[in-house]
Nanobody
């Protein structure tokens, strides 16, 4: 099982980035997994940002990113995305994707996002 995030980088405040997480090797179809994005800033706990549910694709967002970030998935490409707009310096962190299908969680290795003021 492999989850590979990409799309991170350095961006100015107010800018945008789109993160991708491509998954492979899952024992079940990708569409059956609940996919989430998390982030972890230095010295802070890992924070859940957004979740997109299996099949029907409903979404949830943390208050800190609601209205600025959008999670989506392309089940044909085994990929989940995080569109990030109006980025702020406090969004600087390592961003991780997670796949969940009870009772197992799978994590990616993370991608760094740095927002300069």
């Amino acid at each position: 099982v492999q989850l590979v995030e990409s799309g991170g980088g350095l961006v100015q405040a107010g800018g945008s980035l789109r993160l991708s997480c491509v998954v492979s090797g899952f024992p079940f179809t990708f569409s059956s997994y609940v996919m989430s994005w998390y982030r972890q800033a230095p010295g802070k706990e890992r924070e859940l940002l957004a979740t997109i549910f299996s099949e029907g694709g409903g979404t949830n967002y943390a208050d800190s990113v609601k209205g600025r970030f959008t999670i989506s998935r392309d089940n044909a490409k085994n990929t989940v995305y995080l569109e990030m707009n109006s980025l702020k310096p406090e969004d600087t962190a390592v961003y991780y994707c997670k796949a969940r299908r009870w009772p197992i969680n799978y994590w990616g290795q993370g991608t760094q996002v740095t927002v300069s003021s």
